[in-house]
């Protein structure tokens, strides 16, 4: 049961580094580049990233 909950605790972190660079990228307070250095985001992350920034855009 620790396991399952260990994992759901990271997919949600995951999810909220998702979001919070979305929003830093919208606001102009970091570039893709600084977001994918600074949160180590794999090329399928920052793809999800760009994703959700085109859609808000």
Not at 16 to 21: G, V, W, Y
Not at 43 to 51: N, S
């Given at each position: 049961m620790c396991r399952i909950m260990?994992?759901?605790a990271k997919e949600e972190r995951a999810e909220?580094?998702?979001?919070?660079?979305v929003k830093l990228?919208?606001?102009g307070k970091m570039?893709?580049?600084e977001v994918?250095?600074?949160y180590h985001f794999t090329?399928?992350?920052?793809?999800?990233?760009?994703?959700k920034v085109a859609i808000l855009a």
């Open positions: 260990e994992d759901f909220r580094d998702l979001e919070t660079a990228i919208e606001q570039t893709e580049e994918a250095e600074f090329k399928a992350q920052m793809k999800l990233v760009k994703g």
